[in-house]
T-cell receptor, first 116, second 110 residues
């Protein structure tokens, strides 16, 4: 099992540009989560999906952020237009609903986004 | 409004001594608590968990304690090793939604 795969690992973009982060969850996992890590707020949940359906997007900071999960093996997080304050590490995680909850999530290695 | 708080951003401990990382939460409905460890340039990895019906769970050098009346949990690492140096996040969950603290950076000095 390759784990949760995120791409790209690093992204540097100019303010105003569109940024798309990608995630491939673990096969068989039916929940997918997008988190953002910052120094001030730690790990913040942005949105999560169950069976490809968005369940809770209350953590999405504003309309510039959108997320999709077109199928069970792929999800994207898009920021348009990007701003310097969006600079952070973005993590994707997956889990099985009804699985062994004490295992929690499996996280990807993250995408470090820098908006200049 | 952070429901899970880690008030110590960093902790430094000598190798061989005990490391104690603390976490407080506000929601009495949380039913499971977990600790994650994160190395630089990697995603967080699961370390240990505890159900709300227990007050202690031990796994080798790692023990998690839960005090429900105080809404407090702690992670004890004994003995601490330099390889334990990492950022530790506590998390709490209900209904498959996890809330994370802001993390504590542990430095274990040789």
């Amino acid at each position: 099992d390759a784990g949760v795969i995120q791409s790209p690992r690093h992204e540097v973009t100019e303010m105003g540009q569109e940024v798309t982060l990608r995630c491939k969850p673990i096969s068989g996992h039916n929940s997918l989560f997008w988190y953002r890590q910052t120094m001030m707020r730690g790990l913040e949940l942005l949105i999560y999906f169950n069976n490809n359906v968005p369940i809770d997007d209350s953590g999405m900071p504003e309309d510039r952020f959108s997320a999709k999960m077109p199928n069970a093996s792929f999800s994207t997080l898009k920021i348009q237009p990007s701003e310097p304050r969006d600079s952070a590490v973005y993590f994707c995680a997956s889990s099985r609903v009804g699985g062994l909850i004490y295992e929690g999530y499996t996280f990807g290695s993250g995408t470090r986004l820098t908006v200049v | 409004d952070q429901q899970v708080k880690q008030n110590s951003p960093s902790l430094s401990v000598q190798e061989g001594r005990i490391s104690i990382l603390n976490c407080d939460y506000t929601n009495s409905m949380f039913d499971y608590f977990l600790w994650y460890k994160k190395y630089p340039a990697e995603g967080p990895t699961f370390l240990i968990s505890i159900s709300s019906i227990k007050d202690k769970n031990e796994d080798g050098r790692f023990t998690v304690f839960l005090n429900k009346s105080a809404k407090h949990l702690s992670l004890h690492i004994v003995p601490s090793q330099p390889g334990d140096s990492a950022v530790y996040f506590c998390a709490a969950t209900n209904f498959n939604k996890f809330y994370f603290g802001s993390g504590t950076k542990l430095n274990v000095k040789p």
